[in-house]
């Protein structure tokens, strides 16, 4: 054992593991296929990959939390293959089917492991623990204590900030490896004709793909590990907020809490394994009967989503009990913080929706597994059934994913011009009010999918219903802001700029509700563009808002305002640029998910300032990294009311302390009466924690 | 006294509305046979549901009021209680999504199973979800031993109906030609029943994790465990109420 | 009072100059079909639409920011205004009107753009990975390229042999997936010649990129021209490997596999007949009959060292028995 766990000790196993762990499986891959196996192949690559990344956690922390974790997964994967290759072997089932899926097992074999290596991962990190104590019978304390300092942050902690925290880290780390995976595959994309992504499997052969079998798993795992980062990263803003905007210790259940944030792990580890195991080819969504077809990779893929729609469902359960059960008293509903409002409608569609998803995808592995013909037309299947179990989640999602930063706008807006927020009931209403039409709009994705001709027509209506509330809540922002002593610092750039950005998304959006038009934007980088806009003017913007915003209240010093809006001022005009640039092209005929493009539509140009941009884009976030690390050591101190705002977690000093107010308050007033001389939002007394 | 009266009322009423849905069963089996209305066979299935979900579940503490601070089991009971009706709500969207693929699949058909055999799980599902209720009555009003007994019934009864489903219907259903390959009603027919009994599966092992307990006193006083694992219990319940029909009941046979 | 004018003016002004640029920039493709013209009067509204909600928000948003900033040295907070009610009834029920608007021309605009025309001209489409087949039932023409005579309603009846597909030429802007099991229809009517290409908007897996075929639409004599053509050529073709040859070329295999030992997706076809084969498990097998018959029905069977197993295996039901002889009788004349 190293005498000190360090980031230093860190890489260097790192290093030192990723080497042996290529070596072994260079030697297994050897050893299974009988011929010289590619260097830069699935086994080498995978075991390198695991070898390095858990000898990085265990030079940085031990053989505990995280590092356990990690080995128990891969141990568990190992054994749940093996076992079903076993059971297979008895069976009589040999040869080349065995191997059929290659790499090392059959495709039940690596299905059946992936799961134990899930059970295997939660059982190894200790999230369980307690739970099993208590079906045994035993009692546990209600918190359990973290120690001071870094380490708690990779184990198990019960405290909701450590998992808001936990939650947000690893949402930036999925959003480096998806922006890294946009990187490699928009460089492709500058110029027309494949120039490293070769279709030549003697140029380019990582993982046993050709460069446009590489594109497309880049492109459906950017897309997949997109959408888990942003589930991530709304769940560590809520977690880390919700409870102490409503004046809760904790949320009300600390240890399903933990459970949510680290069953996104194994599931993180599932979506890259997907790239190794052959990767897939069929975008994030996953149609049938292409995804029937996909190579083993694809498998992971649904068993990932799988996972981790476990946590956004867990986790929103949470925050509905949470909000429901333990505010404080005098907090009625229409006394919340605006956020919360945003959090609850968040969560009412992750709660419910998400499970269509998980079915849809495990249904199309049963089809891969058992041959049952769901989606198969040849066995009386239906594959358009697939779109509207998917869609009915995966629409929805996207105001899972945009609702908490439009929230994050309106909580911060007030703040930033000293104005109360302009209709508050109307804002709290218009989030639940797109929450539940998003729940009947799906099929808009489905307008040239061959579904029944009659259809389109209520789903158009449907869809365009939705820019009621959204144009709500964009007027009632304008009101706020008109009139007000308005200030700029770093998160109220963010705010501008997420409104902006999303008011592109909001009115590219209606284009595509109209039948007939969509039936020429459908499928395009028109759509892609659109989308990319309603995202980062509805997560990323929002969310990089939300860190400048509350960075001072976790750690007590504040992030360089400098570099802060140095970021801001790259990444926007970057951002703008590169859409503009998707909507254009798209227009003209460039259609999605495409490695290459016809030089003859001369978009070359384009494309290249497009990734020019992307560039740009990666620069700005890497700032952020930047400043956001060295701040926590060395930002400016910020221990008080920083922004000078009324909410209650910035009536106490910074950071906060472990079990969140040591004195309980009590809601006196309205939650944003700037300008209001005399009155309060909350009041600190003892007295406040008799809330029942 | 009046503790005394409430528990034999609680139980009578269980015992009624177990009769209830006996009855309703038979109809609806009857239905089947005969004149068979998808309409009437859905209206009957709601109407079980409607029973199990307010009498068996007891929806409606839901809205109970609370006495004592938020640190007070009572108030942490009402917590949980929450947290367990959200989880079934999304749960039930699985469900729900399995029989919007049947209904898309089959529509007014349904696979080609043993009625008697269908009937006959359907009944010990039923009858478990009694004595559950009973068993769940019984601790709230301190009767440790009686709860064991009833909950040892469910338990057994529980396990034949895993049994009746996964080892002699499904390999029953294979030799008659229904496989998982072979048709959108083979699909259809091992998606749902192993979904559900996957279920029953788990509440099997939560039921033998709160008998353990209670062997050991934990629930003389704190008894939401039990209530808990009994509202699972009566939610497997309900989504075979729907499921039996579905794969059962409605519509002629399906190729 | 003076901010709102100030603002209104402006408001509208932006909106103008953005909805001219937008409109001179000429973001649409040509107009080819009848349905185009449709369309694009739909998108010509919607960028009116959209640049006067852009600029509805943004205008007094930015005005606010230069506008009401806060002055050096002031402390004080803003006046506290909660909101106002009719102010929130008007701007949720005017849009609401604004879209229960659009919701009728959005109808009318579909329903003319998917108009049925009677005796229009059927063309049945086969979507395959990765290639498109077009065939003219009423002259026994099958073709890789579509020929439209201008003017003429087409109505495309689509199928699709594997994954789903999608119809589109963005000139013609409508699309229509080809769902596998089922047929799907398309009603386009040419306006304009030219030559513009049909691109598979739907992912179809590894080449997708590389799904697309021309599409060329001429007058009704060169049309006819064509038609007569193909069906010479047609009849010429009489030896196994001729037709063999016209079957290569109609189910897109050139796409991955070259004729003159060009590296490709799949292996080479050049001097493969009777061959020695070196496979990935290390073995070696002769490029007989049977290996080839087989490798074209079931190509994961036996996979060629240093290539990925991405072939369809879904020529068996593409192709007749007799189909793939022919094809294989042509393989065998490559050398």
Same mark, same amino acid.
């Given at each position: 054992?190293?005498?000190?766990?360090?980031?230093?000790?860190?890489?260097?196993?790192?290093?030192?593991?990723?080497?042996?762990?290529?070596?072994?499986?260079?030697?297994?891959?050897?050893?299974?296929?009988?011929?010289?196996?590619?260097?830069?192949?699935?086994?080498?690559?995978?075991?390198?990959?695991?070898?390095?990344?858990?000898?990085?956690?265990?030079?940085?922390?031990?053989?505990?939390?995280?590092?356990?974790?990690?080995?128990?997964?891969?141990?568990?994967?190992?054994?749940?293959?093996?076992?079903?290759?076993?059971?297979?072997?008895?069976?009589?089932?040999?040869?080349?089917?065995?191997?059929?899926?290659?790499?090392?097992?059959?495709?039940?074999?690596?299905?059946?492991?992936?799961?134990?290596?899930?059970?295997?991962?939660?059982?190894?990190?200790?999230?369980?623990?307690?739970?099993?104590?208590?079906?045994?019978?035993?009692?546990?304390?209600? #918190?359990?204590?973290?120690?001071?300092?870094?380490?708690?942050?990779?184990?198990?902690?019960?405290?909701?900030?450590?998992?808001?925290?936990?939650?947000?880290?690893?949402?930036?780390?999925?959003?480096?490896?998806?922006?890294?995976?946009?990187?490699?595959?928009?460089?492709?994309?500058?110029?027309?004709?494949?120039?490293?992504?070769?279709?030549?499997?003697?140029?380019?052969?990582?993982?046993?793909?050709?460069?446009?079998?590489?594109?497309?798993?880049?492109?459906?795992?950017?897309?997949?590990?997109?959408?888990?980062?942003?589930?991530?990263?709304?769940?560590?803003?809520?977690?880390?907020?919700?409870?102490?905007?409503?004046?809760?210790?904790?949320?009300?259940?600390?240890?399903?809490?933990?459970?949510?944030?680290?069953?996104?792990?194994?599931?993180?580890?599932?979506?890259?394994?997907?790239?190794?195991?052959?990767?897939?080819?069929?975008?994030?969504?996953?149609?049938?009967?292409?995804?029937?077809?996909?190579?083993?990779?694809?498998?992971?893929?649904?068993?990932?989503?799988?996972?981790?729609?476990?946590?956004?469902?867990?986790?929103?359960?949470?925050?509905?009990?949470?909000?429901?059960?333990?505010?404080?008293?005098?907090?009625?509903?229409?006394?919340?913080?605006?956020?919360?409002?945003?959090?609850?409608?968040?969560?009412?569609?992750?709660?419910?929706?998400?499970?269509?998803?998980?079915?849809?995808?495990?249904?199309?592995?049963?089809?891969?597994?058992?041959?049952?013909?769901?989606?198969?037309?040849?066995?009386?299947?239906?594959?358009?059934?697939?779109?509207?179990?998917?869609?009915?989640?995966?629409?929805?999602?996207?105001?899972?994913?945009?609702?908490?930063?439009?929230?994050?706008?309106?909580?911060?807006?007030?703040?930033?011009?000293?104005?109360?927020?302009?209709?508050?009931?109307?804002?709290?209403?218009?989030?639940?009010?797109?929450?539940?039409?998003?729940?009947?709009?799906?099929?808009?994705?489905?307008?040239?999918?061959?579904?029944?001709?009659?259809?389109?027509?209520?789903?158009?209506?449907?869809?365009?219903?939705?820019?009621?509330?959204?144009?709500?809540?964009?007027?009632?922002?304008?009101?706020?802001?008109?009139?007000?002593?308005?200030?700029?610092?770093?998160?109220?750039?963010?705010?501008?700029?997420?409104?902006?950005?999303?008011?592109?998304?909001?009115?590219?959006?209606?284009?595509?509700?109209?039948?007939?038009?969509?039936?020429?934007? #459908?499928?395009?980088?028109?759509?892609?563009?659109?989308?990319?806009?309603?995202?980062?003017?509805?997560?990323?913007?929002?969310?990089?808002?939300?860190?400048?915003?509350?960075?001072?209240?976790?750690?007590?010093?504040?992030?360089?305002?400098?570099?802060?809006?140095?970021?801001?001022?790259?990444?926007?005009?970057?951002?703008?640029?590169?859409?503009?640039?998707?909507?254009?092209?798209?227009?003209?005929?460039?259609?999605?998910?495409?490695?290459?493009?016809?030089?003859?539509?001369?978009?070359?140009?384009?494309?290249?300032?497009?990734?020019?941009?992307?560039?740009?884009?990666?620069?700005?976030?890497?700032?952020?990294?930047?400043?956001?690390?060295?701040?926590?050591?060395?930002?400016?101190?910020?221990?008080?009311?920083?922004?000078?705002?009324?909410?209650?977690?910035?009536?106490?000093?910074?950071?906060?302390?472990?079990?969140?107010?040591?004195?309980?308050?009590?809601?006196?007033?309205?939650?944003?009466?700037?300008?209001?001389?005399?009155?309060?939002?909350?009041?600190?007394?003892?007295?406040?924690?008799?809330?029942? | 006294?009046?503790? !005394?009266?409430?528990?034999?009322?609680?139980?009578?009423?269980?015992?009624?509305?177990?009769?209830?849905?006996?009855?309703?069963?038979?109809?609806?089996?009857?239905?089947?046979?005969?004149?068979?209305?998808?309409?009437?066979?859905?209206?009957?299935?709601?109407?079980?549901?409607?029973?199990?979900?307010?009498?068996?579940?007891?929806?409606?503490?839901?809205?109970?009021?609370?006495?004592?601070?938020?640190?007070?089991?009572?108030? !942490?009971?009402?917590?949980?209680?929450?947290?367990?009706?959200?989880?079934?709500?999304?749960?039930?969207?699985?469900?729900?999504?399995?029989?919007?693929?049947?209904?898309?699949?089959?529509?007014?058909?349904?696979?080609?199973?043993?009625?008697?055999?269908?009937?006959?799980?359907?009944?010990?599902?039923?009858?478990?979800?009694?004595?559950?209720?009973?068993?769940?009555?019984?601790?709230?009003?301190?009767?440790?031993?009686?709860?064991?007994?009833?909950?040892?019934?469910?338990?057994?009864?529980?396990?034949?109906?895993?049994?009746?489903?996964?080892?002699?219907?499904?390999?029953?259903?294979?030799?008659?030609?229904?496989?998982?390959?072979?048709?959108?009603?083979?699909?259809?027919?091992?998606?749902?029943?192993?979904?559900?009994?996957?279920?029953?599966?788990?509440?099997?092992?939560?039921?033998?994790?709160?008998?353990?307990?209670?062997?050991?006193?934990?629930?003389?006083?704190?008894?939401?465990?039990?209530?808990?694992?009994?509202?699972?219990?009566?939610?497997?319940?309900?989504?075979?109420?729907?499921?039996?029909?579905?794969?059962?009941?409605?519509?002629?046979?399906?190729? | 009072?003076?901010?709102?004018?100030?603002?209104?003016?402006?408001?509208?002004?932006?909106?103008?100059?953005?909805?001219?640029?937008?409109?001179?920039?000429?973001?649409?493709?040509?107009?080819?079909?009848?349905?185009?013209?449709?369309?694009?009067?739909?998108?010509?509204?919607?960028?009116?639409?959209?640049?006067?909600?852009?600029?509805?928000?943004?205008?007094?948003?930015?005005?606010?920011?230069?506008?009401?900033?806060?002055?050096?040295?002031?402390?004080?907070?803003?006046?506290?205004?909660?909101?106002?009610?009719?102010?929130?009834?008007?701007?949720?029920?005017?849009?609401?009107?604004?879209?229960?608007?659009?919701?009728?021309?959005?109808?009318?605009?579909?329903?003319?753009?998917?108009?049925?025309?009677?005796?229009?001209?059927?063309?049945?489409?086969?979507?395959?990975?990765?290639?498109?087949?077009?065939?003219?039932?009423?002259?026994?023409?099958?073709?890789?390229?579509?020929?439209?005579?201008?003017?003429?309603?087409?109505?495309?009846?689509?199928?699709?042999?594997?994954?789903?597909?999608?119809?589109?030429?963005?000139?013609?802007?409508?699309?229509?997936?080809?769902?596998?099991?089922?047929?799907?229809?398309?009603?386009?009517?040419?306006?304009?010649?030219?030559?513009?290409?049909?691109?598979?908007?739907?992912?179809?897996?590894?080449?997708?990129?590389?799904?697309?075929?021309?599409?060329?639409?001429?007058?009704?004599?060169?049309?006819?021209?064509?038609?007569?053509?193909?069906?010479?050529?047609?009849?010429?073709?009489?030896?196994?490997?001729?037709?063999?040859?016209?079957?290569?070329?109609?189910?897109?295999?050139?796409?991955?596999?070259?004729?003159?030992?060009?590296?490709?997706?799949?292996?080479?076809?050049?001097?493969?007949?009777?061959?020695?084969?070196?496979?990935?498990?290390?073995?070696?097998?002769?490029?007989?009959?049977?290996?080839?018959?087989?490798?074209?029905?079931?190509?994961?069977?036996?996979?060629?060292?240093?290539?990925?197993?991405?072939?369809?295996?879904?020529?068996?039901?593409?192709?007749?028995?007799?189909?793939?002889?022919?094809?294989?009788?042509?393989?065998?004349?490559?050398?």
């Amino acid at each position: 054992m190293m005498k000190k766990n360090t980031v230093g000790s860190g890489l260097l196993l790192l290093l030192i593991a990723g080497v042996v762990g290529w070596g072994v499986g260079f030697g297994l891959d050897l050893l299974i296929s009988g011929s010289t196996p590619n260097l830069a192949g699935s086994v080498p690559s995978a075991f390198a990959l695991l070898f390095a990344v858990t000898a990085f956690f265990f030079g940085l922390y031990g053989y505990r939390g995280i590092t356990r974790g990690l080995v128990w997964q891969v141990a568990g994967t190992l054994l749940g293959g093996l076992f079903v290759t076993g059971i297979r072997l008895l069976m009589g089932m040999k040869g080349n089917e065995l191997l059929e899926g290659k790499f090392f097992f059959s495709e039940p074999a690596w299905v059946f492991g992936a799961i134990v290596g899930v059970i295997s991962f939660l059982a190894g990190v200790g999230v369980m623990d307690d739970w099993m104590k208590w079906a045994r019978g035993i009692d546990t304390d209600e #918190h359990h204590e973290d120690k001071p300092g870094w380490e708690k942050y990779f184990g198990v902690s019960l405290d909701h900030k450590v998992i808001g925290i936990q939650y947000t880290v690893t949402a930036f780390v999925l959003i480096s490896v998806g922006g890294l995976f946009a990187l490699i595959f928009r460089t492709e994309l500058a110029q027309s004709g494949l120039q490293f992504l070769s279709a030549d499997p003697t140029k380019f052969n990582v993982f046993n793909q050709t460069g446009p079998q590489f594109y497309n798993t880049l492109m459906s795992l950017h897309g997949m590990i997109m959408i888990v980062s942003i589930l991530l990263g709304i769940s560590g803003i809520i977690n880390y907020v919700v409870p102490l905007l409503v004046g809760a210790q904790d949320m009300a259940f600390p240890r399903m809490n933990a459970f949510a944030f680290w069953i996104a792990v194994p599931a993180a580890v599932l979506l890259l394994m997907s790239m190794v195991l052959g990767g897939f080819d069929t975008g994030w969504t996953g149609y049938p009967p292409l995804s029937s077809r996909a190579p083993v990779g694809v498998q992971m893929f649904f068993w990932g989503v799988f996972t981790a729609g476990w946590s956004s469902i867990l986790g929103a359960l949470n925050v509905i009990a949470t909000v429901i059960r333990m505010r404080a008293k005098g907090m009625n509903a229409m006394r919340m913080p605006i956020f919360v409002w945003a959090a609850i409608a968040t969560s009412i569609i992750a709660l419910t929706a998400t499970q269509l998803i998980g079915l849809s995808f495990q249904m199309v592995s049963f089809q891969r597994l058992f041959g049952m013909g769901f989606f198969d037309p040849a066995k009386g299947g239906n594959p358009v059934l697939f779109q509207h179990l998917f869609w009915f989640y995966s629409h929805p999602a996207v105001y899972v994913f945009v609702l908490p930063g439009l929230g994050v706008i309106s909580e911060l807006l007030p703040v930033f011009v000293r104005k109360p927020l302009f209709g508050y009931r109307w804002i709290a209403m218009s989030s639940l009010g797109i929450a539940l039409v998003g729940f009947v709009v799906w099929a808009h994705h489905m307008f040239t999918s061959g579904m029944n001709e009659y259809l389109r027509v209520p789903f158009m209506y449907s869809t365009m219903l939705v820019a009621v509330p959204t144009g709500v809540k964009f007027f009632s922002w304008v009101a706020t802001i008109w009139g007000g002593k308005i200030t700029t610092p770093t998160p109220m750039l963010f705010v501008l700029g997420a409104i902006v950005v999303f008011l592109l998304g909001g009115v590219s959006g209606p284009p595509n509700a109209m039948v007939a038009l969509d039936l020429h934007l #459908h499928d395009t980088y028109w759509i892609v563009g659109h989308f990319h806009d309603t995202i980062f003017g509805g997560f990323i913007f929002p969310f990089f808002a939300a860190v400048y915003y509350w960075f001072p209240k976790a750690t007590g010093r504040r992030m360089n305002e400098f570099w802060g809006k140095f970021h801001f001022w790259l990444m926007t005009p970057a951002f703008l640029t590169l859409t503009f640039g998707m909507m254009f092209i798209g227009l003209r005929g460039m259609r999605r998910r495409i490695a290459d493009y016809d030089p003859a539509l001369g978009f070359d140009s384009t494309h290249l300032i497009m990734t020019i941009c992307a560039f740009l884009i990666a620069l700005s976030v890497l700032i952020f990294f930047i400043n956001l690390v060295y701040s926590i050591k060395h930002g400016e101190k910020a221990e008080g009311n920083v922004w000078n705002s009324r909410s209650p977690e910035w009536q106490v000093p910074s950071p906060m302390p472990a079990h969140n107010y040591e004195v309980p308050f009590e809601v006196v007033g309205e939650p944003y009466d700037y300008g209001l001389a005399g009155s309060k939002y909350v009041e600190f007394s003892a007295a406040a924690g008799k809330k029942h | 006294m009046i503790h !005394k009266q409430e528990k034999s009322s609680m139980l009578s009423q269980g015992v009624f509305i177990f009769i209830y849905l006996a009855v309703l069963t038979v109809i609806e089996f009857g239905i089947a046979l005969t004149f068979n209305s998808a309409v009437l066979l859905v209206a009957i299935a709601l109407v079980k549901a409607v029973l199990v979900v307010y009498y068996y579940m007891h929806i409606y503490k839901l809205n109970a009021e609370h006495e004592g601070d938020e640190n007070s089991y009572e108030y !942490k009971s009402g917590t949980n209680r929450i947290g367990l009706w959200l989880f079934l709500v999304s749960d039930s969207f699985v469900f729900g999504g399995m029989m919007v693929m049947r209904i898309n699949l089959l529509g007014l058909s349904h696979p080609h199973l043993n009625q008697t055999l269908g009937l006959l799980v359907t009944g010990v599902l039923l009858v478990s979800s009694f004595f559950m209720n009973r068993g769940e009555t019984l601790i709230e009003n301190g009767d440790r031993k009686g709860f064991i007994t009833n909950t040892l019934v469910t338990f057994v009864l529980g396990l034949a109906f895993l049994i009746g489903v996964v080892f002699i219907e499904w390999p029953n259903a294979a030799r008659e030609g229904i496989t998982p390959g072979s048709g959108p009603a083979g699909a259809a027919f091992y998606m749902m029943t192993g979904m559900h009994a996957f279920h029953v599966f788990t509440g099997l092992i939560f039921l033998l994790v709160v008998l353990n307990n209670a062997r050991k006193g934990l629930y003389d006083e704190k008894h939401y465990p039990v209530e808990a694992v009994a509202v699972y219990w009566h939610f497997v319940d309900v989504v075979w109420i729907f499921f039996y029909p579905a794969l059962y009941l409605i519509g002629t046979i399906a190729k | 009072m003076r901010h709102f004018v100030i603002v209104g003016i402006l408001v509208v002004a932006v909106a103008f100059l953005a909805n001219a640029g937008l409109v001179s920039a000429h973001l649409m493709p040509v107009e080819a079909s009848a349905q185009a013209t449709e369309i694009d009067w739909m998108w010509n509204l919607m960028l009116a639409a959209m640049s006067f909600l852009f600029a509805l928000i943004t205008v007094p948003m930015f005005y606010s920011l230069v506008v009401f900033r806060r002055k050096k040295g002031d402390t004080t907070d803003a006046e506290h205004i909660e909101g106002n009610t009719p102010l929130e009834i008007t701007w949720t029920v005017i849009p609401l009107f604004v879209v229960v608007i659009f919701a009728y021309l959005g109808a009318g605009n579909l329903a003319r753009t998917i108009r049925n025309v009677p005796d229009a001209m059927v063309v049945k489409v086969v979507g395959s990975q990765w290639n498109w087949k077009f065939v003219y039932p009423d002259y026994g023409v099958t073709s890789q390229e579509l020929y439209l005579p201008k003017g003429k309603a087409v109505l495309l009846k689509m199928e699709s042999m594997d994954v789903i597909h999608s119809f589109w030429v963005p000139e013609f802007r409508v699309k229509q997936d080809l769902v596998p099991g089922r047929v799907t229809e398309l009603r386009i009517t040419p306006i304009l010649d030219g030559s513009y290409k049909v691109r598979c908007a739907e992912l179809c897996g590894t080449s997708h990129y590389k799904m697309e075929q021309p599409v060329i639409v001429t007058d009704n004599a060169e049309f006819t021209a064509w038609i007569t053509d193909q069906q010479a050529k047609a009849a010429a073709l009489v030896t196994p490997e001729s037709k063999g040859e016209a079957l290569v070329a109609g189910n897109g295999c050139a796409a991955c596999h070259s004729i003159n030992g060009a590296a490709g997706i799949g292996p080479t076809w050049f001097g493969l007949g009777g061959a020695q084969v070196e496979l990935e498990d290390g073995t070696t097998v002769t490029a007989d009959d049977a290996y080839l018959i087989e490798s074209i029905k079931n190509p994961k069977a036996k996979i060629v060292k240093g290539f990925a197993p991405v072939m369809p295996n879904t020529y068996a039901e593409i192709l007749t028995d007799e189909e793939i002889a022919n094809i294989v009788a042509y393989i065998k004349t490559l050398k």
